[in-house]
């Protein structure tokens, strides 16, 4: 298991010290770094970061800010040269504090923090069933991701296909692409995204659910191979 993760810091010497930390541990992933919260928050739209290595003092929106801006968020360690920041630190759940200079004993425990702390998580999704929420005909359903087949657009709407039923979203691909987990689901074309579960077989211009052929994008047969291996 390895924790996708983010160094922030406005200090590009603070940020080659903590990346090095990083790219020598096992347990983590080195996704990007950055020196301002808009480059992470651009990042954190887009990418799947487990992990949050964040300095508080930065020029026009500090660590704080930057967290209060996001609608979910990762585990964060933050990262500063001053102890007085260390009980609001914990207000937001932070998983561990790490002072300037940071040693490696004391970051690879912060780590084993974190490890532990993604997998209670994953074990309490898989306990409860990892579920999204939609709004299809004025109601509000549970879907288990799980039983989630594909994905596919449909005009103004996203049509969510499970193995009981379908229904029609208003929403978009993104949206759905950005709140279903990457381990499991792949955006195959600009039109599907599917379950890997629930592929039987793929050629080069399709992948396989049922009797359904779901076509696929042309760079996306490789992609799909190595996500599938995985």
Same mark, same amino acid.
């Given at each position: 298991?390895?924790l996708?993760?983010?160094?922030?810091?406005?200090?590009?010497?603070?940020?080659?010290?903590? =990346?090095? !930390?990083?790219?020598s541990?096992?347990? !983590?992933?080195?996704?990007?770094?950055?020196?301002?919260?808009?480059? =992470?928050?651009n990042? +954190?739209?887009t990418?799947?970061?487990d992990?949050?290595?964040?300095?508080?003092?930065?020029?026009? #929106?500090?660590?704080?800010n930057?967290?209060?801006?996001? /609608?979910? %968020?990762?585990?964060i360690?933050?990262i500063?040269?001053?102890?007085?920041?260390a009980?609001k630190?914990?207000?937001?759940?932070?998983?561990?504090?790490?002072?300037?200079?940071?040693? %490696?004993?004391?970051?690879?425990?912060?780590?084993?923090?974190? +490890?532990?702390?993604?997998?209670?998580?994953k074990d309490?999704?898989?306990?409860e069933?990892? &579920? #999204?929420?939609?709004k299809?005909?004025?109601?509000?359903? /549970?879907?288990? =991701?799980?039983?989630?087949?594909w994905i596919?657009?449909?005009?103004?709407y996203? /049509?969510?296909?499970?193995?009981?039923?379908? &229904?029609?979203?208003?929403s978009t691909m993104?949206a759905?692409?950005?709140?279903l987990?990457?381990? /499991?689901?792949?955006?195959v074309?600009?039109s599907?995204?599917?379950?890997?579960d629930?592929?039987?077989k793929?050629?080069?211009?399709?992948a396989?659910?049922?009797? =359904?052929? #779901?076509?696929?994008?042309?760079?996306?047969?490789?992609?799909?191979?190595?996500a599938?291996?995985?």
């Open positions: 298991m390895k996708n993760c983010i160094v922030v810091d406005d200090s590009s010497i603070q940020r080659i010290l903590v =990346t090095k !930390l990083v790219d541990h096992s347990g !983590l992933s080195l996704v990007g770094e950055f020196s301002n919260a808009i480059e =992470t928050k990042c +954190l739209s990418k799947q970061v992990l949050l290595f964040l300095d508080i003092e930065m020029p026009v #929106i500090n660590g704080f930057l967290l209060d801006g996001l /609608k979910i %968020k990762p585990q360690i933050f500063t040269a001053k102890a007085e920041y009980v630190a914990f207000d937001y759940d932070a998983t561990d504090y790490l002072q300037k200079p940071i040693t %490696k004993d004391r970051f690879n425990a912060a780590i084993k923090r974190a +490890l532990d702390m993604h997998q209670l998580r309490s999704l898989e306990e069933g990892e &579920h #999204i929420f939609i299809s005909n004025l109601k509000k359903l /549970k879907i288990y =991701t799980s039983k989630i087949k596919e657009a449909f005009g103004d996203v /049509k969510v296909v499970t193995e009981e039923d379908s &229904h029609l979203v208003l993104k759905f692409e950005l709140d987990s990457k381990e /499991k689901f792949i955006r074309h600009k599907f995204i599917i379950n890997m629930k592929v039987e793929f050629n080069s211009k399709f396989e659910i049922g009797v =359904t052929k #779901i076509p696929l994008s042309r760079n996306k047969k490789e992609e799909l191979m190595k599938l291996d995985s």
